[in-house]
């Protein structure tokens, strides 16, 4: 089906593709996978046409094609997801769906808007999304913006699926239903190429896996004859050990504590207690108001009731500013809208929560901006290109990384992270997890909002389970299990049932 | 030149400046009088108003605002000042009301944009007619003469020093201040954070309101500074000062490459567009192109530029 050989690509002198070959073919779910970093959605850029290769060609179907924009590669059959969303919030679902091909009475421009909305209403529902069509684009959540997403790549009728990190932000149950889709799609022949590094997935899912090392193919197996090990091995060059690294942290004082914490249409009756060095999780489907628990209190969302106790002193925060003062630090959820200025510069990012640090009278001294910079690179090993790369021009993986890098300069007392390790490849999660025991053995105290269960039980020493906005659940660790937790995320036990 | 801060690439940095030197080229062709050190000097003391409120622009755009007030602003604080000096008040004491009344005009603008969240685009709009129209009411539709003969007052629009006139003085010594702000500063980093990324900014603990408010009551007091030099230039404050001055403004941050949706430019850029705009002007009128035309050349320069711009971006 495509066929790709010796592709090669730098980015000004930074060679990011060294002659990687790359085969899929009729009817296959081909895995992609690698560090963060290794070029994987350098290579399906390169394959769609939004970026032009140095060397190398790439065969459609035995034929060479050279594709210069994404909407050739379209035409000829290609459609992909991309890593970053590309919804347009102030658009209707619907509107956001068939953009750019909008179906019309003949050549007038005029819409048929029920006929869009009908159509669109069905491509989601069979992907398991009830949603009116009507709604904004920005009313959806993450999640199921990226459900929008890939109905967009479906309603095109493509040969050929490439999906960059689908499922980085959806909830289990709308993996299952996308999976559905793919393997319902597969059986017709669609072809999917699917970059993951979520393990558990891709051998569930994919046929083959094609793996690349800091830009160089090292290999191509088929799923059945391969193992997590090997392919863990291939990705970083070495083996990783354990997971879940430990921690040997001691639960100290209580630093936080919440009473009846209260947003309107949000959440209600939230309470909780957070010790120093206690890593608490919140888990729950997208959705259950996890996320805005986390910006209420990190003084970003205001409150409608509730009192909140910082070491045992009752305060109130009202901006992320004195949140930040007081030392919490909040790794947002969406990079790219709320975690970086993407045209900044990877030190500009993380000198932004740091600005009192690095500076003195106002003036930014370049030493110390440079020194906090040295010291996270290496402390969360970034890969970047040199200080000045633009944190748009980076991978997913290290973006995140950044994201966490500008808040670990203020040294919190409370860290509140929202799926931080989201689109992180192995060896980089293990790192993320050492960070966060280390902080934790520190004394520090640490929320962490995860959808993905295996980290929740590797990770808490207690998980807080929410569903539509109310605590359903307060699990320590020695009761937790995937279960246990899916069971209270989706309500109590009719889910449960309805799921088997 | 390395002002990572506005990632641009060096092309399109230098660009004005290869469009200033390329309009200075042909002037000179068509006219060699155009480099005489006097028609510089002149050339320079006529951009100087125009760069100091384009100064300020360039702080408010980068955080992905505008202001079309400035030019009633400008107006205004030039009418209370001279309305003060023409009443007997200590000129210093005059002058530095004025400069408070210009900051304080740009901060009205900054809270109704920041606390109100108001669009800059229509808050400002809707002060512009304000603040003329209280220039209007204060001066009775009337210039204001008679402002007296403070040494100081005379030379800030007339004087020279070391040969060069102080209204460029006051330019040169402007702009350092305000880029190495933008430079080296952490408000003229937060400055660009806000104008990149307004969300993320907030939610890295930045105060996002108190920066906007910062930004137009800076550019509310450069327009101050500007009207001093005008007011005491013509002797006197016209209530109809400053009409169109925005335009110049915007445009001369345009020309500097600064981006109108924020976040990406500087102030270099800015010096060089205002002296393009400058130099237009000048050039013109040497090589005898008729004031109605002028404005047609102006405004296909200042197109083609954004063009060429548009071309090297994407
Ligand atoms: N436009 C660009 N300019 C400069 N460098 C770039 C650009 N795009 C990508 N890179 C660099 O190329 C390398 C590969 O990036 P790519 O996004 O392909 O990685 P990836 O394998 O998809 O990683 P992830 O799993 O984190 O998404 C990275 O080091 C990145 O910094
Ligand atoms: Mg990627």
């Given at each position: 089906m495509i066929k790709m050989t010796d592709i090669s690509k730098s980015f000004s002198g930074n060679q990011v593709l060294k002659n990687v070959h790359f085969t899929l073919e009729k009817g296959e779910i081909h895995a992609l996978m690698g560090e963060n970093g290794a070029g994987k959605s350098t290579l399906m850029k390169v394959m769609s046409g939004i970026y032009t290769r140095d060397s190398g060609t790439v065969e459609v179907k035995g034929e060479k094609v050279n594709f210069t924009s994404p909407k050739q590669a379209e035409k000829a059959g290609i459609a992909v997801i991309h890593q970053e969303l590309n919804i347009l919030p102030h658009l209707s679902i619907s509107d956001n769906l068939f953009l750019g091909r909008e179906e019309t009475y003949g050549r007038t421009g005029i819409l048929k808007n029920k006929q869009m909305e009908k159509k669109t209403r069905q491509i989601l529902l069979d992907l398991g999304l009830d949603i009116n069509p009507t709604d904004p684009a920005s009313s959806?959540?993450?999640?199921?913006?990226?459900?929008?997403?890939i109905a967009k790549a479906l309603s095109v009728d493509a040969e050929v699926i490439i999906m960059d990190e689908p499922t980085a932000a959806l909830t289990d149950r709308e993996i299952d239903s996308l999976f559905k889709t793919i393997r319902e799609l597969q059986k017709r022949g669609v072809s999917f190429i699917y970059i993951s590094h979520r393990m558990e997935e891709i051998f569930s899912l994919?046929?083959?896996?094609?793996?690349?090392?800091?830009?160089?193919?090292?290999?191509?197996?088929r799923i059945s004859e391969t193992s997590f090990d090997e392919v863990v091995q291939l990705m970083v060059g070495r083996e990783l050990g354990e997971r879940y690294p430990e921690r040997k942290s001691t639960i100290g004082d209580i630093k936080l504590s919440v009473k009846d914490l209260k947003r309107t249409g949000c959440f209600e009756n939230v309470s909780f207690e957070l010790r120093k060095g206690e890593v608490l999780s919140i888990a729950g489907l997208m959705g259950a108001g996890r996320t805005e628990v986390a910006q209420s209190l990190f003084g970003y969302k205001k409150l409608d009731g509730g009192i909140i106790e910082f070491d045992g002193k009752k305060v109130k925060i009202d901006t992320p500013k004195k949140a930040k003062e007081m030392g919490i630090g909040y790794v947002t959820e969406d990079r790219k809208s709320e975690g970086l200025v993407v045209d900044f510069s990877v030190e500009e990012n993380v000198s932004m929560t740091n600005y009192e640090a690095i500076s003195k009278n106002g003036l930014i001294s370049k030493d110390k901006e440079r020194k906090l910079y040295d010291s996270m690179v290496q402390r969360l090993g970034i890969r970047t290109s040199g200080p000045d790369q633009a944190a748009k021009s980076l991978s997913g993986g290290n973006q995140q990384k950044v994201v966490i890098a500008k808040w670990l300069g203020i040294e919190p007392e409370l860290l509140i992270l929202d799926e931080p390790t989201r689109g992180v490849d192995?060896?980089?999660?293990?790192?993320?997890?050492?960070?966060?025991?280390?902080?934790?053995?520190r004394g520090v105290a640490i929320l962490?909002?995860?959808?993905?269960?295996?980290?929740?039980?590797g990770m808490a020493d207690r998980v807080l389970v929410m569903h539509e906005g109310k605590i359903t659940a307060d699990i320590p660790k020695h009761e937790m299990t995937q279960e246990r937790i899916m069971h209270f995320a989706t309500g109590g036990g009719k889910l449960a049932v309805e799921d088997q | 030149m390395q002002l990572k801060t506005s990632n641009q690439s060096v092309l399109q940095k230098i660009a004005p400046f290869i469009g200033l030197f390329l309009i200075m080229t042909i002037i000179t062709i068509l006219n060699p009088d155009f480099l005489s050190v006097s028609n510089l000097?002149?050339?320079?003391?006529?951009?100087?108003?125009?760069?100091?409120i384009a100064f300020g622009m360039t702080f408010v755009i980068l955080t992905g605002g505008i202001d079309l007030?400035?030019?009633?602003?400008?107006?205004?604080?030039?009418?209370?000042?001279?309305g003060l000096m023409a009443s007997g008040v200590d000129p210093i004491f005059a002058m530095l009301l004025g400069l408070l009344l210009g900051a304080i005009l740009g901060a009205i603008n900054g809270i109704i944009i920041a606390k109100g969240k108001v669009a800059p685009f229509i808050a400002t709009l809707a002060t512009m007619t304000i603040y003329r129209g209280l220039t209007l009411v204060y001066t009775d539709g009337r210039p204001i003469s008679g402002l007296g003969d403070s040494l100081t007052f005379q030379m800030l629009g007339k004087g020279y020093f070391l040969g060069v006139p102080i209204p460029v003085v006051t330019m040169i010594i402007s702009f350092a201040i305000l880029y190495f702000i933008l430079k080296k500063t952490t408000f003229g980093r937060r400055v660009y954070a806000v104008g990149g990324n307004e969300e993320a900014s907030i939610l890295s603990g930045i105060n996002a309101d108190r920066i906007k408010i910062y930004v137009y009551s800076l550019l509310g007091l450069l327009a101050a500074v500007a009207s001093l030099i005008l007011t005491s230039r013509l002797n006197s404050a016209q209530p109809t000062a400053g009409e169109m001055f925005e335009l110049d403004a915007i445009a001369a941050v345009v020309l500097g490459g600064t981006s109108l949706t924020g976040g990406r430019g500087w102030i270099v850029g800015t010096l060089i567009g205002a002296l393009i705009i400058g130099v237009l002007n000048n050039g013109l009128n040497l090589i005898g192109v008729t004031s109605f035309f002028q404005q047609v050349v102006k405004g296909a320069v200042i197109l083609l530029a954004v063009l060429l711009d548009r071309k090297k971006t994407t």
């Open positions: 959806l959540s993450v999640g199921k913006q990226q459900i929008v997403e994919c046929d083959r896996i094609t793996i690349l090392r800091d830009g160089e193919f090292v290999g191509e197996r192995v060896g980089a999660k293990k790192e993320i997890y050492s960070i966060i025991n280390e902080l934790a053995e962490m909002i995860s959808s993905e269960l295996p980290e929740v039980l | 000097m002149n050339v320079l003391r006529q951009v100087s108003i125009n760069a100091l007030s400035v030019g009633s602003t400008l107006a205004l604080t030039g009418a209370v000042t001279a």
